[in-house]
C-alpha cells in the first residue's frame, strides 16, 4: 500500500505537488500539548543525549526543534517526534533537505537559544517547538529574519502571521461535531466541560459553532477536577438537559467515566440524549465504556496512523506517541515544497494554499493568521474502536 503527502489544488503552479512525495507505507491516545494534562517528572527519556543532531544531507536545512532533553510526556513525545522525522526523511529517498536537531528542554529560554543557533547556521524554516511558551519566542526570534515557522502547540493564542500550527486543534473537534450533529437534526445542546485551559477553548468554539448554525445552547456547566466537587454542575446540566435534544462530553477517558454515572444518578436520559465528544474519546478507555457506547466524535480517521504506527514499531521496536504524526507530515511537507516549489518554497503563498494538502491525519491547511483547519471523521464509539458515521472531506469547501 503506498500513500501520499500532496498539495491539493487545479492551479498549474502547484498542480506537480499532487504526486511530489510518495512515501511508502506498507493504540491513539490524547494529543500530548499546551492545552491538555500532561506531566510526568524525572530525568531525560532514554536515549535523549544520543540523538544525532542533523538528520539527512541535503541542501536545504531546516530546523526541528523538540524538548528532547525534557522529563516525563514532553521528552518521551519529542524523541518519537523526532523518530518519526527520521522516517519522512527515510521514506523520501534522500530529499534535499537537512534537518538541523535541536533540543529547546521544554524551557523558552531553551527554545530561544535553538532557534538561534538554527538561524546561525542557516535554517530556511524551523519545525517545533511543542508548547505554547516556546512557539512563542521562537516565533520572535525567526520573524526577525523573515524565517517561517510550522509549530506543533496545540493552542491556537500563539498561532500568528507566519506561525503556523500543525497540531490537532480543540476548534476543528468541536465545529466537525456540531456541524454534524446540526444537519442530523439536533437543534438543542447540553454541554458539561471540565474547568481547565482545554475546556475554556472547547467553550468558546462550542458557543460560536453551535450559533453559526442557528442552534442553541440550553445548558452549559464547567466542573473541576475533584470528582466529589462535581455534583453541582451535574445537577445543573441534568435540569438543563431536559430541553436538549444532544449533550457534549468534552474530555478525556477518565473524566467522562467518572461524568457519565453521576449523569444518569442526576436523572439525566443518556437514551434519549445525544452524547457527543471530541478528539480525546479516541482512545481505548472510552471503547471499552458500556454508557458511552453510540457517542459521537470528530477525529481524524484511525487508519493512517495504524499504518503509520506499524512501521514506526518496524524501525524502533515500540509504538509512536500520537503527536508523532504531525512531525512526521511536517518533514513529508518541507521535502515535497523543496523538490517542486524553487525559491517561493517556503513563502506565506505556498503555506497557505487554500486547497491544502494530504498527510497521514487526512487533509489539513494553513490559515493566513497561522491556526489551521482538518478534514475530521464523525466516529461512533463501539467496542472495537470507532466506527466512521461520516467520512472526512476529500477537499475544503470554498465556504469552508
Known amino acids: 500500500m503506498r500513500t501520499a503527502l500532496r498539495a491539493r489544488t487545479s492551479g498549474p503552479w502547484l498542480a506537480s505537488l499532487f504526486a511530489a512525495v510518495v512515501l511508502s507505507a506498507c493504540s491513539s491516545g490524547s494529543n500530548l500539548g499546551d492545552l491538555l494534562p500532561g506531566g510526568g517528572s524525572g530525568g531525560p527519556p532514554p536515549g535523549a543525549q544520543q540523538q544525532p543532531t542533523a538528520i539527512g544531507n541535503g541542501q536545504v536545512k531546516v530546523a526541528l526543534i523538540l524538548p528532547l532533553s525534557a522529563g516525563g510526556n514532553a521528552g518521551v513525545a519529542a524523541i518519537s517526534m523526532r523518530n518519526a522525522s527520521e522516517m519522512a526523511i527515510a521514506e523520501f529517498n534522500s530529499p534535499n533537505i537537512q534537518l538541523l536537531v535541536k533540543d529547546d528542554a521544554g524551557t523558552a529560554q531553551g527554545a530561544q537559544t535553538a532557534a538561534q543557533q538554527a538561524l546561525d547556521e542557516g535554517a530556511e524554516i524551523i519545525l517545533g517547538p511543542l508548547f505554547a511558551h516556546t512557539v512563542g519566542v521562537v516565533g520572535q526570534t525567526a520573524r526577525a529574519r523573515n524565517i517561517p515557522v510550522i509549530a506543533f502547540s496545540t493552542d491556537a493564542n500563539v498561532a500568528a502571521r507566519g506561525v503556523y500550527l500543525l497540531s490537532f486543534l480543540p476548534e476543528s473537534d468541536v465545529d466537525r461535531i456540531v456541524q454534524y450533529a446540526t444537519s ?122 495504524r499504518n503509520f504506527t506499524g512501521r514506526y514499531r518496524g524501525k524502533y521496536g515500540q509504538d509512536p506517541v500520537r503527536t508523532a504524526t504531525l512531525a512526521y507530515d511536517a518533514v513529508a511537507l518541507i521535502a515535497a515544497l523543496v523538490k517542486t516549489q524553487g525559491p517561493q518554497r517556503f513563502s506565506e503563498e505556498t503555506l497557505t494554499n487554500a486547497s491544502g494538502f494530504t498527510g497521514i491525519d487526512g487533509l489539513f491547511r494553513f490559515r493566513p493568521d497561522g491556526s489551521n483547519q482538518r478534514g475530521l471523521s464523525v466516529l461512533r464509539v463501539t467496542t472495537t474502536g470507532g466506527q466512521i458515521v461520516s467520512p472526512a472531506p476529500k477537499s475544503f469547501g470554498s465556504g469552508t
Do not use: C, H
Not at 462550542?206 to 470528582?227: C, E, F, M
Not at 435540569?239 to 467522562?256: F, K, N, Y
Not at 465504556?289 to 481524524?300: I, R
Open 184 to 305: 442530523t437534526g439536533k437543534r438543542s445542546f447540553a454541554a458539561l466541560i471540565p474547568d481547565n485551559a482545554y475546556g475554556s477553548v472547547v467553550e468558546a468554539a462550542l458557543n460560536q459553532s453551535i450559533a453559526r448554525r442557528g442552534a442553541r445552547v440550553v445548558t452549559l456547566q464547567r466542573y473541576p477536577a475533584d470528582r466529589a466537587a462535581q455534583a453541582n454542575a451535574v445537577r445543573a446540566v441534568a435540569q438543563g438537559a431536559r430541553g436538549a435534544d444532544a449533550i457534549i462530553l468534552p474530555d478525556g477517558a477518565e473524566g467522562v467515566r467518572n461524568i457519565m454515572p453521576q449523569l444518569t444518578a442526576a436523572g439525566v436520559d443518556l437514551k434519549r440524549l445525544q452524547i457527543l465528544g471530541t478528539g480525546l474519546w479516541d482512545d481505548p478507555q472510552i471503547f471499552s465504556d458500556p454508557s458511552v457506547q453510540g457517542g459521537f466524535y470528530a477525529a481524524p480517521d484511525s487508519a493512517g496512523f
